[in-house]
């Protein structure tokens, strides 16, 4: 079955860390630029961070830089997203993706997304 699984979320004090796991089953991830999205409660859906499947080159947004990293690791099939010094406002439920394009097409796959809750 072709599918992503990503896992890794939870509840965190803002100052602590994450790390989230995007697996591939079905396929072979590094075929692909993964992006990592996010969408919280009342907003919209928003990238985040991006890993291309060419170079490795990665980009992130503006309100993450300097705190989350984007890596993969072809061995085991996974793409990770680190995420350091946590804020409230990273609250949202995130989700990797086989695109890094705000618009989704039907080829694409989605993770079933992780919750993070970033609270004192």
């Known amino acids: 079955q072709v599918q992503l699984v990503d896992s890794g979320g939870g509840l965190v004090q803002p100052g602590g860390s994450l790390r989230l796991s995007c697996a591939a089953f079905?396929?072979?991830?590094?075929?692909?630029?993964i992006g990592w999205f996010r969408r919280a409660p009342g907003k919209e859906r928003e990238g985040v961070s991006c890993?291309?499947?060419?170079?490795?080159?990665?980009t992130y947004a503006e309100s993450v830089k300097g705190r989350f990293t984007i890596s993969r690791d072809n061995a085991k099939n996974t793409v990770y997203l680190q995420m350091n010094s946590l804020k409230p406002e990273d609250t949202a439920t995130y989700y990797c993706?086989?695109?890094?394009?705000?618009?989704?097409?039907?080829?694409?796959?989605w993770g079933q997304g992780t919750q993070v809750t970033v609270s004192s």
């Open positions: 993706a086989t695109t890094c394009s705000s618009t989704s097409t039907p080829d694409d796959y």
């Open positions: 079905g396929f072979t991830l590094d075929y692909y630029d």
């Open positions: 890993i291309k499947k060419s170079d490795g080159s990665t």
